[in-house]
């Protein structure tokens, strides 16, 4: 079976620090309420959220391994390599996340009076 092919593991941990510092630099501005340069740029939901996937998506891969093993029966094979780099940056992505699903249910929230 053919794999598919692995970017080094240094790359990936270098594209997805790159790649956090948009929706780190919004969150971060956002809970400040500091108008800062270009953040009317970085304001479009599906920027800031495909960042956030790209990043986790690139570390994910880096740390997972998925081989299938043409055996009788068929054998899935996953393992995951412990690299403190990329899961840090897959915790940060995931935490960023819930930052801002947090916000959205929260601004959109409206309390209803039982009567």
């Given at each position: 079976?053919?794999?598919f092919?692995?970017?080094?593991?240094?790359?990936?941990a270098?594209v997805?620090?790159?790649?956090?510092?948009?929706?780190?630099?919004?969150?971060?501005?956002?809970?400040?309420r500091?108008?800062?340069?270009?953040?009317?740029?970085?304001?479009?939901?599906?920027f800031?959220l495909g960042?956030?996937?790209?990043a986790?998506?690139?570390?994910?891969?880096?740390?997972a391994?998925?081989?299938?093993?043409?055996?009788?029966?068929?054998?899935?094979?996953?393992?995951?390599s412990?690299?403190?780099?990329?899961?840090?940056?897959?915790?940060?992505?995931l935490l960023?996340?819930?930052?801002?699903f947090?916000?959205?249910?929260?601004?959109?929230?409206?309390?209803?009076?039982?009567?």
């Amino acid at each position: 079976m053919r794999a598919f092919p692995r970017s080094s593991n240094d790359v990936s941990a270098v594209v997805g620090v790159l790649l956090l510092v948009v929706p780190t630099y919004f969150v971060t501005m956002s809970a400040l309420r500091y108008d800062a340069p270009g953040l009317q740029f970085f304001g479009s939901p599906i920027f800031i959220l495909g960042t956030l996937a790209i990043a986790f998506a690139i570390n994910a891969r880096s740390i997972a391994s998925v081989k299938l093993e043409p055996e009788k029966p068929p054998v899935l094979k996953i393992a995951l390599s412990l690299r403190i780099w990329n899961l840090a940056e897959i915790t940060l992505a995931l935490l960023l996340l819930g930052v801002l699903f947090t916000y959205a249910f929260v601004e959109n929230f409206e309390p209803r009076l039982i009567r």
